[in-house]
């Protein structure tokens, strides 16, 4: 309660600071809100101007101003009025990946690149705002790509066939996939960022990759903000938290084509080195949908996540709940830190889930090496209702074991395919969630304190 009350007081602090400051229209700047004329330059201005006088809004009003990668400047608030859509180039050519960052190592950000639509490079006192949209341009980076209908085995190897005439990509039972070049841009980065706030917005369209990225960044809120993406599109994330602290995402919806919520302390692309710990976010009162994970924690090679919160959130119609994943296939990404994964002190409260084609909850675990302590560690979850194709899950090996994870007043229901929309369970990371059996295993501290657990499956 005391992190809820000191998030309101700065986000209303913020709020204040913006409305107080000084207007720099767009269109003062040379920017024509045609969806056609290419405004960069005249909105880079603006920014730059508003930074260098003491800061204050750029403002967009009226029209579709259409964009390459621009820069967010110390003191600057971006407000995306009612009227106003900030519309992404859909050339790559406009993302140039030459552009050196202070904090990221570009080469060594997930998929080698360090670009997006905005950035913030090691930025104060920022902000996005407005009842407008951000539109990202997506369909302009995919095509289609229905290609090979595939599971994992339990080696991680992919089986499966390919589907005619297919074009030959590993992102399938997705309907489309990028295009051949680049990766397309991330859609809002910030990187080594402090006093971010975010309100209002909607990020619709985004080009098949993450939403709003936040890197070793501190206090940050996310509020009413929405993240639309088509699920059919692989790797849109919605909010992507790594090596953070004091993050809020608040009353937001996201419809995701990967996780809607990726919470993860990778410090790979860190130009400071190191992997600062992921602790203290903070999310609530939100709204998710994912053809892959609705809220997940960790990925290979990942260090501490830690002090979180997760209270009032509704989850339908995903591959999977509520994962905590190291897994032990895709060595070969680019997305995969150095660290020693830990995950302590993480509470769930009040989350209802509906629709889940996998484990509502899963704790999925393959260490390379034996871990010196619990890899998981105080974990609880409190009044979570689930109807799922499974029970919660738990799966791991002697080299990373887990301790203390509690359940209290939960109700699991497992459901069969028909409670299920047709089809539903080809798409997306459903094809090699949905075949996968329960796994229990010791966890020493595992309770479940007033759970009911309900197999209607089995009665039908």
């Known amino acids: 309660m005391k992190n809820m009350a000191f998030f309101s007081l700065l986000f209303s602090f913020a709020v204040f600071l913006t409305a107080s400051a000084k207007d720099f229209d767009v269109r003062d700047f040379g920017a024509v809100g045609d969806g056609k004329t290419k405004n960069t330059l005249s909105i880079q201005k603006a920014i730059d101007e508003c930074s260098r006088t003491g800061g204050g809004v750029v403002k ?49 950000c997930p998929r080698g690149r360090g670009t997006a639509l905005i950035v913030a490079d090691q930025c104060r006192n920022i902000g996005i705002k407005g009842a407008g949209k951000i539109d990202c341009n997506g369909h302009e980076f995919v095509e289609l790509a229905r290609t090979r209908e595939y599971g994992y085995t339990s080696n991680g190897d992919q089986v499966g066939k390919e589907v005619p005439g297919g074009l030959g990509d590993n992102w399938v039972n997705w309907k489309y996939r990028r295009k051949k070049g680049y990766p397309p841009p991330r859609m809002v980065l910030f990187a080594g960022c402090s006093d971010v706030s975010v309100s209002d917005i909607s990020l619709v369209n985004p080009a098949a990759g993450w939403g709003f990225w936040a890197t ?59 992997t600062p710990a992921c602790e203290r976010v903070i999310v609530s009162n939100c709204s998710l949908q994912s053809h892959a ?67 509502p909850i899963s704790l999925s675990f393959s260490c390379k090496k034996k871990v010196p302590s619990a890899i998981v560690k105080n974990v609880s979850f409190t009044d979570v209702r689930c109807k799922a194709l499974r029970f919660p899950s738990f799966s791991s090996n002697s080299t990373c074991p887990m301790e203390d994870v509690v359940f209290r007043g939960c109700s699991f229901t497992r459901v069969s395919d028909e409670d299920f929309p047709g089809k539903w369970e080809k798409k997306g990371a459903a094809w090699w969630t949905r075949p996968m059996p329960e796994r229990f295993m010791a966890v020493r501290g595992l309770r479940y304190d007033g759970c009911t657990f309900d197999d209607i499956a089995i009665e039908k």
């Open 216 to 274: 070793d960044c501190d206090r940050v809120i996310f509020d009413k903000v929405k993240v639309l993406a088509d699920p059919e599109k692989p790797n849109n994330d919605g909010f992507h938290i790594n090596c953070s602290r004091d993050v809020v995402i608040s009353n937001c919806r996201v419809v995701a084509g990967d996780d809607a919520i990726k919470i993860r302390a990778n410090g790979r692309a860190l130009a400071k080195g190191g």
């Open 60 to 108: 967009f009003e009226g029209g579709r101003y259409l964009t390459g990668m621009i820069f967010l400047k110390d003191s600057v608030t971006l407000e995306i009025t009612a009227s106003a859509t900030l519309l992404g180039s859909p050339n790559d050519s406009d993302y140039p990946t030459n552009i050196p960052l202070k904090h990221l190592v570009k080469e060594l």
């Open 293 to 359: 994970g609705a809220i997940s924690f960790g990925w290979i090679g990942d260090g501490v996540i830690r002090d979180c919160v997760f209270s009032n959130i509704t989850i339908s119609d995903s591959a999977s709940g509520i994962d905590f994943v190291v897994p032990r296939f895709e060595e070969g990404m680019t997305d995969v830190g150095t660290a020693e994964p830990r995950f302590e002190n993480i509470s769930f409260g009040a989350i209802t889930m509906d629709r889940i084609y996998s484990s």
